[in-house]
């Protein structure tokens, strides 16, 4: 059975007992859970809420992990045990065929203007992989369940693995404050080890990250960034739009960055020496002495209409170079790794291992 949850307030030499309040919790934690989905114990990116099924019913909330595997996110309400859990099952054969256009319109729908890949990048730092969907997992929210709905959810997970189970919420109030608390049918340990052919699914989309490594798209423009500044005065940037500067704020001081010009190639490889600033505001080291960026001899351009507005600005982030080459020497080869985005996890290590031999440099 589930944990048992108690809350006692401690005064003096005194404890005393806050007694749970059911009323309205469930209705309430729907709401909860999409404004933080990390309650549900793992970052989250909400992608729907009462999405509807190709079968009927509504799917009460779905999301993404940073694996890009789907969850399925149920809430009991006052369904029966037979039903709530069949229920989340049929949800979840359902959301197991839905494709990558299938989730982007999910998510158009629930984010109207806003691209999948921006909201994911945004929520975790890093890319939304290729392959989305490649293994799902199934959550029943409640504030309690009956014991046949504990046989079914257990015989489900540890016979069969399939990777579902039940997260208890109890409220609590005392002295006008709330407070939620938690805990989980399975443990989460168990889990792990139960699913573990879910988590390969999840694992083969894509390569670990050593921790350090960073691909950043230098968007050269004809009237304005420019390679020949970024390499000379030690930056990176983007901006225009906030979608080309959310993610060049994610670089770590320290990490290795490796700076591609999209259809040019590798033209860099250096360390992250400062946090991202406004161009309009970032300082550089130039010779040993602090300069505005802006009153450097520049050959780019680095205004935007609008880039009063943080979103539109130009951000740049310093970079000590520990190779840098002109575009004529960019290194470029078939596979490769290129993406969209300004600055994402480098988790190729084919790319790494090429571009630092090319470089002459230690992998």
């Not at 909400?46 to 149920?74: C, K, M, N, W, Y």
């Amino acid at each position: 059975m589930a944990v048992e949850m108690g809350l006692w307030r401690a005064e003096g030499g005194q404890l005393s007992r806050i007694v749970p309040v059911s009323i309205g919790l469930e209705s309430q934690l729907e709401g909860y859970i999409e404004s933080d989905p990390s309650v549900l114990g793992e970052p989250l990116l909400v992608i729907g809420r009462q999405v509807p099924t190709a079968h009927g019913g509504f799917v009460d909330l779905l999301a993404l992990d940073e694996t890009a595997s789907l969850h399925v996110i149920e809430l009991k309400r006052d369904k029966t045990p037979r039903d709530v859990a069949a229920q989340t099952l049929d949800y979840g054969s359902w959301a197991a065929t839905l494709g990558r256009s299938d989730i982007d319109n999910i998510f158009a729908t629930y984010r109207p203007g806003l691209a999948l890949e921006e909201a994911f990048a945004d929520r975790f730092g890093d890319t939304l992989p290729e392959e989305v969907n490649t293994a799902q997992e199934f959550t029943i929210v409640a504030a309690s369940v009956d014991n046949a709905t504990e046989r079914i959810v257990r015989f489900l997970n540890e016979d069969f693995d399939v990777p579902i189970n039940v997260v208890f919420f109890r409220h609590f109030q005392d002295n006008g404050s709330s407070y939620l608390a938690r805990s989980w049918l399975v443990d989460q340990s168990e889990q792990a080890k139960s699913s573990i052919s879910a988590i390969s699914r999840k694992n083969k989309t894509r390569e670990p990250w050593n921790g350090s490594d960073w691909y950043v798209s230098f968007g050269e423009e004809p009237t304005g960034r420019q390679w020949v500044d970024g390499m000379k005065y030690g930056f990176v940037s983007g901006g225009g739009g906030k979608r080309y500067s959310q993610t060049l704020k994610n670089l770590p001081i320290g990490a290795r960055v490796f700076a591609y010009i999209p259809k040019i190639g590798y033209v860099g490889v250096g360390t992250v020496a400062g946090e991202a600033q406004r161009y309009d505001q970032s300082t550089l080291l130039v010779n040993g002495a602090d300069r505005q960026l802006h009153e450097l001899d520049l050959s780019g351009n680095y205004r935007h209409e609008g880039d009063e507005n943080d979103d539109n600005a130009e951000w740049v982030v310093p970079v000590e170079w520990i190779r840098a080459v002109p575009q004529a020497q960019a290194v470029r080869k078939t596979g490769l790794f290129a993406n969209q985005n300004t600055a994402t996890r480098l988790r190729n290590q084919f790319t790494i291992e090429h571009v630092t031999a090319a470089f002459g440099l230690d992998g």
